[in-house]
């Protein structure tokens, strides 16, 4: 009964519930924002590092490196503390949005390359014989396959960025998590964060059972 | 009279092994040529050459007079030279009728609709316009190898370049696409063909060249090629694979 009480108090959910929800759509734009711009930063190093002049790519793969190397959190306090000492200083969204942003390109990037890579010789050689020009060849031959092949690794990359979301919660981000841990100290009950990690579950597990149909998808299509 | 093909002292190699030593070779408009020869006697990368798919060291290429080299008008060239590939190579993403309509639509820009009424009269002229909605992967290999003669054929080219296009085919459906590429010999179309089908050779060519080692042996209209080669070599090879 205590147990009960502590963990799972209804009053305590009701009243947090809509604080929740604002953090739960703080989240979720979050993580949309940084997707779709590691998607496009990250196509775009993933061409320059394919295709580029031999100083961009080496560039690209010296950036790629570093931002799969460097911790999130650490990305996140450089962009929120440390910018501010020469001037730029950013909201909590944008660092956020910034550092998650960052990083997913470039892991968008190593996913994209590897679906460029998978494609056969033949399918190249085809579009260039018919005299269709480099973004033609991508946009319409290379780019539509690649993607289909990288859909379980992309997916993947999109849950970690959903999921790394919450470290944004440092940087006094409004999201999910934080929202959380304020409902927590006002109501002085732990239940707020049960129904956070309650909605993280009930966002992300969904994404996750995608990833394992899409695997089993390709698994029968390539048998 | 200028030759739509013109080829001098073409020289390419990999690394220290010499593909092709100092080959020449003319087609003239409206010319069918046979190109035959040992495995790895270089006759693909001869004509993958023609249009740039392999770089080369020496030599130069004309197409129509116009100068084969990387750049700004490789595009261009290769949009009037049409090219068959031994494994099809169609976009398998695309249907029959989209992988036809492509090059018109982005090369030549074509409006949909229009490039959509090219591709479909294409596919009906290699008798697949039944098929035209389904994708590469629901079709067998000779009809793929049509629909990839049509996608060729879609840009109007100036010649059209088939590297061994029967020789992944299983053996009752080599029939159909050679039929397909007969028919167009007959139309006047410009054709440079590698192949192993010696009695097609026979049948279309207007020129059968022979090349072992690189080199260009021996060439000759097929009457006097296959009747009376002259090189040794070329007879040897004849001999070899006509014995059975």
Same mark, same amino acid.
């Given at each position: ?10 009053p ?11 953090g ?5 734009l ?22 580029? &002049? ?25 962009v929120?503390?440390?910018? *501010?000492? %020469?001037?730029?200083? =950013? ?52 780019? *539509?396959?690649? =993607?289909?092949? %990288?859909?379980? *690794? ?7 960025? =959903? ?7 440092v ?16 109501a002085?009950?732990?239940?707020p ?12 597990? &969904? ?17 | 009279?200028t ?8 020289c390419?190699?990999?690394?220290s ?50 100068k ?95 590297d ?81």
């Open positions: 009964m205590d147990l009960l009480n502590t963990f799972f108090n209804w305590v959910f009701r009243d947090a519930l809509p604080l929740l929800l604002q739960l759509w703080t989240t979720v979050l993580g949309a924002v940084s997707i779709l711009l590691g998607f496009v930063g990250g196509l775009l190093l993933a061409l320059l590092r394919l295709y580029g &002049p031999a100083w961009l790519r080496t560039l690209t793969r010296i950036y790629i490196d570093v931002f799969r190397s460097i911790p999130l959190l650490v990305l996140l306090v450089l929120y503390y440390a910018l *501010p000492f %020469v001037g730029l200083r =950013l909201t909590s969204f944008a660092a956020a949005t910034a550092a998650l942003s960052l990083v997913s390109c470039a892991y968008t990037a190593e996913i994209l390359r590897a679906g460029i890579e998978a494609i056969p010789r033949g399918q190249f050689e085809a579009a260039g014989a018919i005299g269709l020009g480099f973004f033609s060849t991508m946009r319409d031959v290379v780019l *539509p396959q690649a =993607l289909r092949i %990288v859909v379980p *690794p992309l997916t993947s990359n999109c849950i970690n960025v =959903l999921k790394d979301t919450a470290l944004a919660s940087v006094a981000m409004p999201d999910l998590l934080k929202q959380a841990t304020q409902a927590q100290a006002l002085a009950n732990p239940t964060l049960i129904g956070a990690a309650a909605l993280y579950l009930l966002l992300l597990l &969904p994404l996750v059972r995608l990833v394992g149909y899409f695997e089993a998808r390709h698994r029968a299509a390539t048998r | 009279m030759a739509l093909i013109h080829i001098r002292g073409l390419k190699s990999y690394g092994f010499q593909a092709l030593h100092n080959v020449d070779l003319d087609v003239s408009a409206g010319e069918v040529v046979v190109v035959i020869g040992p495995s790895g006697s270089g006759k693909s990368t001869l004509i993958r050459c023609i249009n740039l798919l392999e770089d080369y060291q020496g030599g130069e290429v004309r197409v129509d007079g116009e084969v080299v990387r750049g700004k008008g490789l595009a261009k060239v290769r949009a009037e030279v049409g090219m068959v590939f031994q494994s099809f190579n169609l976009f398998p993403h695309m249907t029959a009728l989209a992988n036809v309509a492509l090059g018109p639509l982005r090369v030549r820009h074509m409006p949909k609709r229009a490039a959509e009424e090219r591709a479909l009269a294409l596919l009906d002229k290699v008798g697949l316009a039944s098929h035209a909605h389904k994708l590469p992967g629901q079709l067998s290999g000779g009809q793929q190898q049509r629909v990839a003669i049509a996608r060729a054929l879609a840009m109007e080219p100036k010649v059209l370049l088939f061994e296009p029967t020789s992944a085919l299983d053996p009752e459906m080599v029939g159909e696409v050679l039929d397909v590429m007969q028919n167009l010999a007959r139309t006047g179309v410009t054709m440079v063909i590698v192949t192993h089908e010696m009695g097609f050779a026979r049948r279309v060519a207007d020129r059968v060249v022979f090349m072992e080692a690189g080199r260009v042996i021996e060439q000759a209209p097929p009457d006097s090629f296959f009747r009376a080669p002259r090189e040794e070599r070329t007879q040897a090879f004849l001999q070899a694979i006509l014995q059975h």
